[in-house]
């Protein structure tokens, strides 16, 4: 991640934790607050339903799922080589823990767009004035047409309809000027919905929206493929000590989270300079004799090969993270979907990020 938007991370936790110390003191030893986090965590990724609550649910929420979402949107902003700017619209804003990375990030405003009233309360004293409060649905809320971004987290999958139509619901906030960045949850039904919105967008007409990340590429989602896969990243939360503290006590990962997005261009706009590179999409794992990594270009699903007895591409393959972006030569010359990389080529997997 970038040093401003890790700066812009750390001063959202900074203020997430102050909301809540002057809520809820000791509030990241509370273990009332911890087990509320924990039946929400486990009522959203169990049972994927939507989080409501009261006051304690609600502190417990932002507490916990306030970093994710704050890291989350950080990290989608950046794969895009995106800043927050000017207006934004925060799309199921809830209680505004994106809406304050965006602030922080650079917005001049958010209009932070949500149907429950008592979400957008906390938002509004979370936020502070930087935050315009619509209390309506995505679907039928104003358009903000000098909007730069629409940006959502962790809503795309309440919307209604299909990802088609979610997706279409949230372009229709901003105005042909304004990008759409949309985070989601890591796991396989969310993480498809975003894939099946890529989909939508790939094949509509060419003056329509392109894609920034996470693919560098425009050609079918190969996670689309088959009903099992599923493709998402892993984003480093680097918590607060206090809000590590409070993730243990809620029994989760503090130092990881899984996360999926979609970040789009609007029409017009130029592509990224870089061109993307390759995505590594999983972690390398080793078989008998060598290392094998996946990675996702024009063309699709590749995998990185080394062998064992070439230990230094091996253990630089084993090195590489999930979400590096790797050149793309390195995968040229690929057999049966097979690229193998050798000595000559460790420098390329060691820049990775
Ligand atoms: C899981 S919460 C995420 C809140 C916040 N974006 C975050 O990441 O912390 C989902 C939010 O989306 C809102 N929401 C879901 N569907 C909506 C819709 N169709 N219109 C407006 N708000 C919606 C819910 O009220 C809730 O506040």
Redesign the pocket.
């Known amino acids: 991640m970038s040093a401003a938007s890790a700066a812009a991370v750390a001063r959202a936790y900074g203020r997430i934790e102050h909301f809540l110390d002057e809520r809820a003191r000791g509030w990241e030893q509370s273990r009332a607050l911890a087990d509320a986090a924990r039946r929400l965590s486990e009522r959203?990724t169990e049972e994927r339903a939507?989080?409501?609550g009261d006051d304690v649910a609600e502190l417990a929420y932002l507490a916990y799922?306030?970093p994710r979402?704050v890291c989350a949107t950080a990290a989608a902003l950046d794969a895009a080589q995106l800043t927050a700017r000017g207006v934004v619209v925060?799309a199921?804003?809830?209680?505004g823990?994106?809406a304050l990375l965006l602030v922080e990030a650079g917005a001049a405003r958010v209009i932070g767009?949500?149907?429950?009233e008592r979400?957008l309360a906390m938002a509004r004293a979370l936020v502070g004035d930087a935050l315009r409060a619509v209390c309506?649905?995505?679907?039928s809320a104003p358009a903000c047409r000098e909007a730069t971004l629409v940006a959502?987290?962790?809503?795309f999958g309440?919307?209604?309809g299909s990802a088609e139509l979610a997706l279409a619901a949230l372009e229709r906030l901003g105005g042909e000027h304004s990008a759409l960045a949309i985070v989601d949850a890591g796991d396989r039904a969310h993480a498809r919905r975003l894939q099946q919105a890529r989909e939508a967008v790939r094949l509509a007409p060419t003056d329509r929206r392109h894609l920034l990340a996470p693919c560098p590429h425009d050609d079918a989602c190969p996670a689309l493929a088959r009903e099992r896969d599923w493709c998402h990243a892993r984003v480093a939360k680097a918590l607060s000590p206090r809000l590590a503290a409070f993730a243990r006590a809620v029994g989760r990962d503090e130092v990881h989270m899984a996360s999926s997005y979609l970040v789009l261009a609007p029409p017009g706009a130029t592509t990224r300079e870089d061109g993307g590179g390759i995505l590594v999409i999983g972690e390398a794992h080793k078989e008998k004799g060598r290392a094998r990594l996946s990675v996702c270009g024009p063309g699709g699903l590749r995998f990185l090969q080394a062998l064992k007895r070439e230990r230094a591409a091996f253990d630089a393959l084993l090195a590489v993270p999930r979400g590096a972006r790797l050149a793309p030569s390195l995968a040229t010359g690929a057999t049966h979907g097979v690229a193998h990389v050798d000595a000559s080529q460790v420098a390329a997997l060691m820049a990775a990020e």
């Open positions: 959203y939507p989080v409501a799922f306030g979402a925060d199921g804003c809830g209680s823990a994106a767009v949500d149907r429950s979400a309506a649905p995505v679907e959502s987290s962790f809503a309440e919307l209604a």
